[in-house]
T-cell receptor
Framework: DAGITQSPRHKVTETGTPVTLRCHQTENHRYMYWYRQDPGHGLRLIHYSYGVKDTDKGEVSDGYSVSRSKTEDFLLTLESATSSQTSVYFC???????????FGEGSRLTVL | GQSLEQPSEVTAVEGAIVQINCTYQTSGFYGLSWYQQHDGGAPTFLSYNALDGLEETGRFSSFLSRSDSYGYLLLQELQMKDSASYFCAALKAAGNKLTFGGGTRVLVKP
């Protein structure tokens, strides 16, 4: 358990509105990640961070931005939500390069 | 690009053995992980193979062949609680990034 808390856990919003999902860790793990999970696509990496203010794009980063101003918080922002961004979003962290990620409980986002 | 292929669904009875294969095409490949996810839950880590060979952890074992770009997860003495989705994931050295396969849904019947 790497003490990850995601908020909000559920959100319904309308197309065109901004949305921010928050990921908070109680451990000082170096790496943090945002994934989205959709039926038939498994987990796809949106953005990740390898340190404070150090972030990089994943395979499905269009329409998303992230920020990591503190070790413990990793924010995912949808500047203008679209229906295609309806998904379950998982935050994860890792402290070592061993292929072991610790996942939060997920945030279910519905964009109408 | 990167891709991982695994079967979409497997059905077996309690007490049986199931093998979930995973083939990958990944540049900068570092190792292969396996995760379990129950419906409505978060993925949880099962195993990681960086070297060729078999890693055993209780009823679950994982195998990797780097020369064949292939790995598998072996579930033994299946129990009802093993009904879940299982994902293989390739680790890239740069950035400690994991790319996931589409998942294999395992259904265990009495």
């Amino acid at each position: 358990d790497a003490g990850i808390t995601q908020s909000p856990r559920h959100k319904v919003t309308e197309t065109g509105t901004p949305v921010t999902l928050r990921c908070h860790q109680t451990e000082n793990h170096r790496y943090m990640y945002w994934y989205r999970q959709d039926p038939g696509h498994g987990l796809r990496l949106i953005h990740y961070s390898y340190g404070v203010k150090d972030t990089d794009k994943g395979e499905v980063s269009d329409g998303y931005s992230v920020s990591r101003s503190k070790t413990e918080d990793f924010l995912l922002t949808l500047e203008s939500a679209t229906s295609s961004q309806t998904s379950v979003y998982f935050c994860a962290n890792a402290d070592r390069e061993t292929g072991e990620l610790f996942f939060g409980e997920g945030s279910r986002l519905t964009v109408l | 690009g990167q891709s991982l292929e695994q079967p979409s669904e497997v059905t077996a009875v309690e007490g049986a053995i199931v093998q979930i294969n995973c083939t990958y095409q990944t540049s900068g490949f570092y190792g292969l992980s396996w995760y379990q996810q129950h419906d409505g839950g978060a993925p949880t880590f099962l195993s990681y193979n960086a070297l060729d060979g078999l890693e055993e952890t209780g009823r679950f074992s994982s195998f990797l062949s780097r020369s064949d770009s292939y790995g598998y997860l072996l579930l033994q003495e299946l129990q009802m609680k093993d009904s879940a989705s299982y994902f293989c994931a390739a680790l890239k050295a740069a950035g400690n990034k994991l790319t996931f396969g589409g998942g294999t849904r395992v259904l265990v019947k009495p």
